[in-house]
């Protein structure tokens, strides 16, 4: 019995040199042919036939990976697939599986396993919605500032102009930021072969430093407001 399977999945995740091996031995225990893409920033794509050779790829920081593909063609039985991802925040992953109901079952299994083996630990913040954090950290600042902004409004503290657009200023920047800070600092998609490791590894050290440091930074001004509001 014949089956596909077809479609595009949302998945954080970071691919090393090893992760490129256990694709390989996926694909030649489903098909004969296989031929690798990749796509680099500055638009040129390349395809590789040989693992090695794709794993020998420099990836620098001017030419680095944005998009991934692979395609295995068996020639009998027929069957073939075709695997697709890049770094977009949704549906960065497209999945294109033909062949027989256990073949195509199979290869669907494993990689989604594969998939599921080089999620990151910050995939939660990759997975969400930019927006929906962006708007959190937004209310945060806000009751940072509340107490102020409301004084202003009132006319019970300053009449400064300057002093009353300061607060809305403050968050509107802190929205901004939040939104691209998220998109930036926290990838769907990460290409850590070749040159692109020594650059995870460092992104990946402020990444911690962010997560733990920017709740330490809220919790510390909404004390300060609180004390020196009084």
Not at 43 to 72: C, H, M, Q, W, Y
Not at 106 to 130: C, Q
Request: some cysteine.
């Amino acid at each position: 019995m014949e089956a596909s399977r077809k479609g595009h999945l949302g998945a954080a995740f970071v691919i090393h040199d090893a992760d490129l091996e256990a694709l390989n031995r996926l694909l030649k225990d489903f098909g004969d042919d296989i031929e690798y893409t990749i796509t680099g920033k500055d638009g040129i794509s390349l395809t590789f036939t040989d693992v090695n050779k794709l794993r020998a790829f420099e990836n620098p920081r001017k030419k680095r990976i944005v998009n991934f593909s692979a395609r295995v063609v068996n020639r009998e039985p027929y069957r073939r697939a075709y695997l697709s991802l890049d770094s977009h925040w949704t549906h960065n992953v497209y999945v294109n599986i033909e062949g027989s109901q256990h073949m195509t079952t199979k290869l669907n299994e494993e990689i989604s396993t594969w998939l599921d083996g080089m999620r990151p630990w910050y995939w939660w913040l990759a997975r969400g919605n930019p927006l929906t954090f962006s708007i959190l950290i937004l209310l945060l600042c806000s009751l940072v500032f509340l107490d102020s902004w409301w004084g202003h409004w009132s006319g019970l503290r300053s009449s400064k102009p300057g002093e009353f657009l300061l607060p809305p200023l403050v968050t509107g920047g802190s929205f901004w930021l939040a939104a691209m800070g998220l998109m930036k600092g926290f990838p769907a998609g990460v290409f850590a072969t070749g040159q692109g490791k020594r650059r995870h590894d460092l992104s990946d050290r402020l990444r911690w430093l962010a997560v733990i440091g920017f709740p330490v930074s809220i919790i510390a001004s909404v004390i300060a407001a609180v004390i020196y509001g009084q």
